[in-house]
């Protein structure tokens, strides 16, 4: 940024920051501190607006976070249908188990039943073969052959019929205490699920934020470069107005005459000469790339990083245009008409001190500057505090640094 003589930036200070009614008199050291305190201001707002990301990266990367979110939540949903379908062939076996490790009616164990059931299959089909064992039977009509198959097999078949029965509870509550496992997995691969749904949610509200912010930025411009244009049939009429102005200024003070010669008009044919509207370092510049990659599109001024509450200037003698109050959520800016064609925009602006169709001299303060998100008149194409200026010939946005002294 070009040098500001001294004397412009102690009175910039004085206006923004010093009480007014101590202007009469202040000391060095006070002064010092006050220039101190601006520059401190300065570099907190120039940090402020080069600590935000990319608006366009950062929807990209919302987009992803969404896709792989979603992904992850669908992973989540395909394992806990899975791990139910377990769980539920899983109770259905114990199901069938039940009846080995169940009780009747009273509470008494059934096992007993179970036993004698299965011995008496047993012996009744060592009895069906009784006719074909040889003869010589007791009183009891039984052979030998009959009482050694009741001894060996109904003793044997009783003892196996225990071990089965503990080999089908022992498997019951393994069963059982897989089940309790599946059930504690099934449990906290729900909550799984549900933080990941929650995050896919936050990833897609994010990234529709994103998109509708870029939409507003893009809408906001559009609105913008149509009072520009708006603005260009009323230059012409704007032009002969400071003209007007300037040779009654001149004819009042003696240096022109009331009907200027052929030869010239004292110098009222040279273009505006244009001041800077605001004091502080160049944050973004004419066309930054890094501007259009953040916000998506191109910065047709350049961004003057200062202390959220600066005045700002015109930058030249004018006719104010347009005053647009933003409000508490949108975009304020004011459009200033000049001589020869040329206008300039100063954006962000957090308070208006002018109104549409008003005469101002170069230097003359116009409102406050702003830029902080989410305060008044910021809009949506800020980082930090700064103020927006644009210089506009025949309707072409041109570097403001090429009219800048």
Same mark, same amino acid.
């Given at each position: 940024?070009?040098?500001?003589? *001294?004397?412009?930036? !102690?009175?910039?200070?004085?206006? $923004?920051?010093?009480?007014?009614?101590?202007?009469?008199?202040? #000391? !060095?050291?006070?002064?010092?501190?006050?220039? *101190?305190?601006? +520059?401190? #201001?300065?570099?907190?707002?120039?940090?402020? %607006?080069?600590?935000?990301?990319?608006?366009?990266?950062?929807?990209?990367?919302?987009?992803?976070?969404?896709?792989?979110?979603?992904?992850?939540?669908?992973?989540?949903?395909? =394992?806990?249908?899975?791990?139910?379908?377990?769980?539920?062939?899983?109770?259905?076996?114990?199901?069938?188990?039940?009846?080995?490790?169940?009780? @009747?009616?009273?509470?008494?164990?059934?096992?007993?039943?179970?036993?004698?059931?299965?011995?008496?299959?047993?012996?009744?089909?060592?009895? &069906?073969?009784?006719?074909?064992?040889?003869?010589?039977?007791?009183?009891?009509?039984?052979?030998?052959?009959?009482?050694?198959?009741?001894?060996?097999?109904?003793? &044997?078949?009783?003892?196996?019929?225990?071990?089965?029965?503990?080999?089908?509870?022992? #498997?019951?509550?393994?069963?059982?205490?897989?089940?309790? @496992?599946?059930?504690?997995?099934?449990?906290?691969?729900?909550?799984?699920?549900?933080?990941?749904?929650?995050?896919?949610?936050?990833?897609?509200?994010?990234?529709?934020?994103?998109?509708?912010?870029?939409?507003?930025?893009?809408?906001?411009? $559009?609105?913008?470069?149509?009072?520009?244009?708006?603005?260009? /049939?009323?230059?012409?009429?704007? @032009?002969?107005?400071?003209?007007? *102005?300037?040779?009654?200024?001149?004819?009042?003070?003696?240096?022109?005459?009331?009907?200027?010669?052929?030869?010239? @008009?004292?110098?009222?044919?040279? /273009?505006?000469?244009?001041?800077?509207?605001?004091?502080?370092?160049?944050?973004?510049?004419?066309?930054?790339?890094?501007?259009?990659?953040?916000?998506?599109?191109?910065?047709?001024?350049?961004?003057? !990083?200062?202390?959220?509450?600066?005045?700002?200037?015109? $930058?030249?003698?004018?006719?104010?245009?347009?005053?647009?109050?933003?409000?508490?959520?949108? %975009?304020? %800016?004011?459009?200033?008409?000049? +001589? =020869?064609?040329?206008?300039?925009?100063?954006?962000?602006?957090?308070?208006?001190?002018?109104?549409?169709?008003?005469?101002?001299?170069?230097?003359?303060?116009?409102?406050?500057? /702003?830029?902080?998100?989410?305060?008044?008149?910021?809009?949506?194409?800020?980082?930090?505090?700064?103020?927006?200026?644009?210089?506009?010939?025949?309707?072409?946005?041109?570097?403001?640094? &090429?009219?800048?002294?």
């Amino acid at each position: 940024m070009h040098t500001i003589n *001294r004397f412009a930036v !102690t009175f910039v200070l004085l206006v $923004a920051l010093i009480p007014l009614g101590t202007l009469a008199y202040i #000391a !060095t050291g006070e002064r010092d501190e006050t220039e *101190r305190a601006f +520059r401190e #201001a300065l570099k907190v707002a120039v940090e402020e %607006y080069s600590s935000g990301r990319g608006l366009q990266a950062l929807l990209r990367r919302q987009t992803e976070a969404a896709k792989t979110a979603a992904q992850h939540a669908g992973a989540l949903a395909r =394992d806990k249908r899975a791990l139910r379908l377990q769980v539920a062939a899983l109770q259905k076996k114990l199901q069938n188990l039940q009846i080995v490790v169940d009780t @009747d009616s009273s509470g008494a164990s059934r096992f007993p039943q179970f036993v004698e059931e299965g011995r008496e299959d047993i012996l009744s089909f060592v009895r &069906s073969v009784g006719p074909l064992a040889s003869a010589g039977s007791d009183s009891t009509g039984i052979t030998s052959l009959r009482r050694v198959l009741v001894a060996s097999i109904g003793g &044997s078949l009783e003892e196996d019929l225990r071990m089965q029965k503990r080999r089908e509870i022992l #498997a019951a509550f393994l069963e059982e205490q897989k089940l309790e @496992d599946l059930r504690a997995q099934y449990a906290a691969l729900s909550a799984e699920y549900l933080t990941a749904l929650e995050a896919q949610e936050d990833a897609v509200r994010q990234q529709q934020f994103l998109s509708h912010r870029l939409e507003e930025i893009k809408r906001t411009v $559009a609105e913008v470069h149509e009072q520009v244009l708006r603005m260009q /049939g009323e230059l012409a009429r704007i @032009d002969a107005r400071i003209r007007s *102005r300037a040779e009654r200024d001149l004819v009042e003070k003696g240096l022109l005459d009331t009907a200027p010669s052929a030869e010239g @008009d004292g110098g009222l044919t040279a /273009g505006p000469q244009f001041g800077w509207p605001a004091y502080g370092a160049i944050s973004a510049g004419f066309l930054n790339k890094e501007y259009e990659q953040y916000f998506g599109i191109p910065h047709k001024g350049m961004d003057i !990083t200062a202390p959220q509450g600066s005045p700002v200037f015109s $930058a030249a003698d004018g006719v104010v245009f347009l005053v647009h109050d933003g409000g508490a959520d949108h %975009y304020s %800016y004011i459009l200033i008409g000049h +001589r =020869d064609g040329y206008a300039t925009l100063y954006g962000h602006l957090s308070s208006l001190a002018v109104s549409a169709g008003q005469f101002v001299m170069k230097g003359e303060a116009i409102g406050l500057s /702003g830029g902080t998100p989410g305060t008044r008149g910021a809009g949506p194409t800020t980082t930090g505090p700064h103020l927006h200026f644009e210089v506009i010939q025949s309707g072409t946005n041109i570097d403001p640094k &090429s009219v800048l002294p």
